[in-house]
């Protein structure tokens, strides 16, 4: 995260099961230190199912001092229960939820480290429900011709570490990258997405190709290579 950028917006996240609900949690917190996540899980009687009680604290809590917030949730009673909760809600506050069409875990993921970087609350919500297309065809190579002209900085860096570009590293340099003026492809792939960079699944020995354009450029790119080439303090 960049200096004086402030986490605006935080994750609720909604499931039938409490422990899935803080797993999700506790997995996107590793990736995104400093996002508040409000896990809302299990049925009023600590069993499968949602609460509408617990939904609505956490709504209250996330939206409290002028807050907002991300909603994700895992099956289709967990969005009606969402849906009912922000309906009876002042309008001040409903109007401060986005209630994100998601996949539960890769989407409370990606909108976490978004919302690291200081993003606003339509930014954050768009990322989550990005997050469900990051599972279908590969980055068109297109991508990378359009932004292949002068001005553009290019490197290439090799993986040091033995586990590669998995969950941590990526979203390690996913909100790195996040923090500079400038857009940043690696592989093709947006170097601002964690799931974009675990999806090139670069293992050790792998060469990275990253490029990038924009008053920041010169910076990012620097940057970039020096965490890989730092293998991430796993070497």
Do not use: C
């Amino acid at each position: 995260m960049s200096q004086g950028s402030e986490v605006r917006v935080a994750l609720i996240l909604v499931s039938h099961s409490r422990a899935l609900a803080e797993g999700a949690a506790e997995l996107a917190g590793q990736m995104a230190p400093g996002v508040r996540l409000l896990a809302a899980g299990g049925g009023d009687d600590g069993g499968l199912g949602t609460s509408f009680d617990a939904i609505e604290s956490a709504v209250a809590t996330a939206t409290a001092d002028g807050g907002s917030a991300v909603v994700l949730t895992d099956l289709g009673s967990a969005v009606l229960t969402a849906e009912s909760v922000l309906e009876l809600a002042d309008a001040d506050v409903a109007s401060r939820v986005r209630l994100a069409d998601a996949p539960f875990v890769e989407g409370a993921v990606a909108a976490a480290v978004t919302a690291h970087g200081g993003a606003d609350l339509a930014t954050v919500h768009a990322s989550a429900e990005a997050a469900g297309d990051m599972f279908g065809a590969g980055p068109e190579p297109a991508a990378a011709a359009e932004v292949a002209q002068d001005g553009v900085v290019r490197a290439t860096v090799t993986v040091r570490n033995p586990l590669g570009l998995h969950a941590r590293p990526a979203a390690v340099l996913a909100r790195m990258l996040a923090g500079y003026d400038a857009k940043v492809l690696v592989d093709g792939a947006n170097g601002a997405s964690v799931l974009a960079l675990m999806k090139l699944g670069a293992t050790e020995g792998h060469e990275l190709r990253v490029e990038a354009e924009g008053p920041q450029a010169a910076s990012a790119v620097e940057a970039f290579v020096e965490a890989v080439a730092g293998g991430f303090g796993e070497v």
